[in-house]
């Protein structure tokens, strides 16, 4: 099981790369999330960072949204080829979106974005 790990090593944290995304990535828009990808980086792990802004709700509904996604990235994870850094940005309507419903959304936006290894 540690394939499905998701250590802080793998996390987006530092200003200069959420700009880097912002500046070189490619978005992807859903009803809940905003997916942003940045591919063939010679880095040899997939990243990701975790945007929740206080449009979102309160601290216990960002944190929620915050759970749920990094549970659907984690499980994600090992599909997605090396060298990946993505950034989901949470919009409002996530905070009220089950678990099913936003592990569809980024299905979608995942599909879109040519990142996970086996679409099916």
């Given at each position: 099981?540690?394939g499905?790990?998701?250590?802080?090593?793998?996390?987006?944290f530092?200003?200069?790369?959420?700009?880097?995304?912002?500046?070189?990535?490619?978005?992807?828009?859903?009803?809940?999330?905003?997916?942003?990808?940045?591919?063939?980086?010679?880095?040899?792990?997939?990243?990701?960072?975790?945007?929740?802004?206080?449009?979102v709700?309160?601290?216990?509904?960002?944190?929620?949204?915050?759970r749920?996604?990094r549970?659907i990235?984690?499980v994600?994870?090992p599909q997605?080829?090396?060298?990946?850094?993505?950034?989901?940005?949470?919009?409002?309507?996530?905070?009220?979106?089950?678990?099913?419903?936003?592990?569809?959304?980024w299905?979608?936006?995942?599909?879109?974005?040519?990142?996970l290894?086996?679409?099916?």
């Amino acid at each position: 099981m540690t394939g499905l790990r998701f250590p802080k090593s793998a996390r987006l944290f530092r200003a200069s790369e959420f700009q880097r995304m912002r500046q070189e990535g490619k978005s992807f828009h859903g009803k809940f999330m905003v997916l942003s990808v940045l591919k063939d980086l010679p880095t040899p792990d997939v990243r990701v960072g975790l945007i929740t802004s206080r449009r979102v709700g309160g601290a216990v509904e960002r944190n929620r949204v915050r759970r749920r996604l990094r549970e659907i990235v984690r499980v994600a994870r090992p599909q997605i080829p090396s060298g990946t850094w993505l950034t989901l940005v949470a919009r409002q309507a996530a905070a009220a979106a089950s678990l099913q419903n936003l592990a569809a959304e980024w299905q979608q936006l995942a599909q879109r974005s040519f990142i996970l290894a086996a679409c099916s």
